[in-house]
Each structure stands twice: as C-alpha cells, then as structure tokens.
Nanobody, 122 residues
Framework: QVQLVESGGGLVQPGGSLRLSCAASGSIFSINAMAWERQAPGKQRELVAR???????NYADSVKGRFTISRDNAKNTVYLQMNSLKPEDTAVYYCNADISRVGVPGGPRAYWGQGTQVTVSS
C-alpha cells in the first residue's frame, strides 16, 4: 500500500502565504515526478506545479513567480510554497506522485492524496 497525505491548507488573506506538504509512505521503491494539482468549485482540475526526481520544475502560468515546488527525497515529501496568494487560488489542492512499489512489477503508477482546502479571502 502507498499513501500520500497532504497538510498545510487553511484560510489566508489575499497577499498572504501558505506552505503545503505531502508525504508519501508505504511500500515505496522509488518516486519519479511529484506534482501539485488543484480544483476550484465548478472548474476542472489543473496542474499547478511539477518536479522531477532530479529537481527540474515547471509551473502553471497563473502561479509562476508566486509558487515554489520543492521536494525532500530522503523524506519522500513534496512541498508547495505559495506566496502572494489571490482569491482565485482558492481550491482543493492535491498532491500526485509517480511511484514504483517494492515487489510490484510494471513500472511506476500515479497516486493521489486526499486533498487539502486552501481558501484565500478577506
């Protein structure tokens, strides 16, 4: 079994900051790319940021310059530092990871966390 558990969401005023964390646990052999996605009410889920095992990153245009994705491979954890938050950043944020499991053939598959709510409002 593999679990991804997010934390760090909450209510913040416009212009504020939050740091999300997502820890992967279980029978993990290796983790390739890790990412954060979000889904706002009535909208499709979108990719926010992605980071490879080597540290290469890419971001949605809407968050470039404000959000930073990072990871700690020793802790199987990915982070999302969110600065200069705007009301339009309000959404449920999900982490995603491509994980190969110990003793399970077939290469990596995608796993998702349960989501954490981020609300930006005054």
């Amino acid at each position: 079994q593999v679990q991804l558990v997010e934390s760090g969401g909450g209510l913040v005023q416009p212009g504020g900051s939050l740091r999300l964390s997502c820890a992967a646990s279980g029978s993990i052999f290796s983790i390739n790319a890790m990412a954060w996605e979000r889904q706002a009410p009535g909208k499709q889920r979108e990719l926010v940021a992605r980071i490879t095992s080597g540290g290469s990153t890419n971001y949605a245009d809407s968050v470039k310059g404000r959000f930073t994705i990072s990871r700690d491979n020793a802790k199987n954890t990915v982070y999302l530092q969110m600065n200069s938050l705007k009301p339009e950043d309000t959404a449920v944020y999900y982490c995603n990871a491509d994980i190969s499991r110990v003793g399970v053939p077939g290469g990596p598959r995608a796993y998702w966390g349960q989501g954490t709510q981020v609300t930006v409002s005054s």
